[in-house]
């Protein structure tokens, strides 16, 4: 009982602290009762109301000590972003610094060598106004000044033929372009309707008028023996297939760039020409010719590091397409001139490799729908759905074979190297006019310099100077002395 006392007084006094005795009518059997439940009768912790003014911190700091790996994991990854972002601003600055620097180096180097060429290049340019005089004075003096007239005629009509001839040249590079950016994408297939249709034109136009085809006149028997089985193995076939690689090539690289990058680099098939053309023995290296041809390579690499949408493939690919265009220059030059002194006039060469190249790109157009080559090639349902413009893009590309051998056989050498520069600007203007295509201002600068380059060494190879002229005379008279003795040897 004594022992019970203490207990009852902490009994009642934690009733009292805790307010359950301010109830009414309760008695001490009433809180021996509330005991005996294992009632907790200590006072309870009010919780504190959150004021509007002090942000509870508690949950967040609670929150960031169990989850604390994830949270550093948060924050160091915006940081690893911008140490990323960083790395790669500086290296790009590394690369337009290094890319400015190979252009000054660049664009310096052809200063330095134009400068060494500007003596070379105002003789030619005093030979020339030479010859034009020349030439304006003879006709005059000869006639009497009666002719005039006829030579105004033929003035217009040989501008005519040069706006006809860039006109076609515009209209199927333009062609081929709409046609292979995804409507029919298929370079072979476009190819082969080009030089099949070429040919069956060709074939009637001569039946109807063989005039036309100087190289081809005469009769039957002559032709029999002159275009006999070994020389059409032994120097068709080989142009031949030179020249379906170029156009297979030059006709898939405008599925991956723009029509003014493409005829940018189409410039420095010169420098391609010569290389090959030194190489087999057709050119006498000229340290002239060498200085202009580099400082054309120059412009091209210049050209090729200002084009803002590079494209690897499609410069791989028009590389290709202009190392077989160069080689075929160079195999058609040796084996058409070493042929038993048969030369070809541009309407007669057509109709004869047109229906080589038509043969072999048609076995290979066979090889590619047989085997897995990788190369895409059309189907029947491609050819019903855009017959329409395959048969208008052979009848320009058809007009632009017949424009080219027209205005040949009615211009001179200067005409036509001033009408291809002439070409490549307005392709180069209209694509980038119409067809929205971007230049840089480092393109627009190459290329002006391209330009001069082609017609500083188109005039000297028309113009050559003195020492060059008795160099190549020096040349002739050797060449004629070797095949003399060797007839002699034979005979």
């Known amino acids: 009982m004594l022992k019970a ?20 009518g309760r008695t001490c059997d009433d809180v021996v009762s509330l005991l005996q439940q294992n009632v907790d009768f200590r006072p309870q912790k009010k919780e504190k109301a959150a004021s509007p003014l002090v942000p509870d911190v508690a949950p967040t700091v609670e929150k960031a000590a169990v989850d604390g790996v994830e949270d550093a994991a948060a924050v160091a990854k915006p940081n690893s972003v911008l140490q990323e972002a960083g790395h790669a601003a500086t290296k790009q600055t590394g690369k337009g610094l290094a890319s400015e620097t190979v252009t000054m180096l660049v664009g310096f180097a052809i200063f330095l060598v134009v400068l060494t060429l500007s003596k070379n290049i105002a003789g030619m340019l005093r030979r020339v106004m030479a010859v034009r005089s020349q030439s304006e004075t003879a006709p005059a003096e000869a006639n009497g000044g009666g002719s005039q007239r006829s030579s105004v005629f033929s003035s217009l009509s040989v501008v005519f033929l040069g706006i006809m001839y860039i006109a076609f040249s515009t209209a199927i590079i333009k062609y081929n372009k709409f046609l292979m950016d995804g409507r029919f994408p298929f370079a072979v297939n476009l190819t082969f309707g080009h ?3 070429g040919f069956v034109c060709l074939f009637l136009l001569y039946a109807v ?34 020249t379906s690689g170029t156009l297979v090539l030059s006709n898939l690289a405008y599925e991956f760039s723009s029509v003014a990058f493409l005829q940018m680099m189409k410039e420095a098939n010169i420098v391609l020409v010569y290389l090959l053309s030194v190489i087999v023995g057709m050119e006498l290296f000229n340290s002239l010719r060498a200085r202009i041809l580099l400082c054309l390579f120059l412009s091209t690499s210049l050209c090729v590091q200002g084009e803002l949408s590079f494209d690897l493939h499609g410069f791989l690919i028009q590389g290709s397409s202009q190392l077989f265009e160069s080689s075929k220059i160079v195999l ?40 897995d080559f990788g190369i895409a090639t059309a189907t029947w349902a491609d050819y019903a759905i855009w017959w329409p413009h395959l048969a208008l893009n052979a009848v320009v590309a058809l007009g632009l074979n017949l424009s080219i051998c027209t205005f040949i056989a009615n211009t001179s050498g200067v005409g036509f190297v001033v009408l291809g520069i002439c070409k490549d600007v307005v392709i180069v203007c209209i694509d980038v006019l119409l067809s929205g295509t971007r230049i840089s201002h480092l393109q627009i600068a190459a290329f002006s310099c391209q330009l001069f380059f082609v017609s500083c060494y188109s005039l000297f190879k028309l113009f050559p100077e003195p020492t060059e002229t ?22």
């Not at 068709?236 to 297939?241: A, K, N, T």
Request: glycine share 6%; proline share 5%; aromatic share 8%.
């Open 5 to 24: 006392i203490p207990f009852c007084l902490w009994a009642t006094l934690a009733v009292l602290v805790s307010g359950e005795c301010a109830a009414p």
């Open 195 to 197: 030089q099949a249709s």
């Open 209 to 242: 008028k063989p005039s036309l085809f100087k190289s081809l006149a005469g009769s039957a028997t002559e032709r029999r023996n002159d275009l006999d089985a070994k020389y059409v193995v032994r120097n068709m076939f080989p142009i031949g297939l030179f």
């Open 332 to 371: 058609q030059s040796v084996l058409l001139c070493a042929a038993a002194g048969k030369k070809w006039d541009p309407m007669s060469f057509n109709l004869m490799i047109q229906p080589v190249c038509a043969s072999m790109i048609a076995i290979f157009l066979y090889l590619a729908m047989t085997c």
């Open 470 to 491: 008795n160099d190549n005379q020096e040349k002739s008279k050797i060449s004629d002395g070797k095949e003399g003795q060797k007839a002699e040897s034979t005979s």
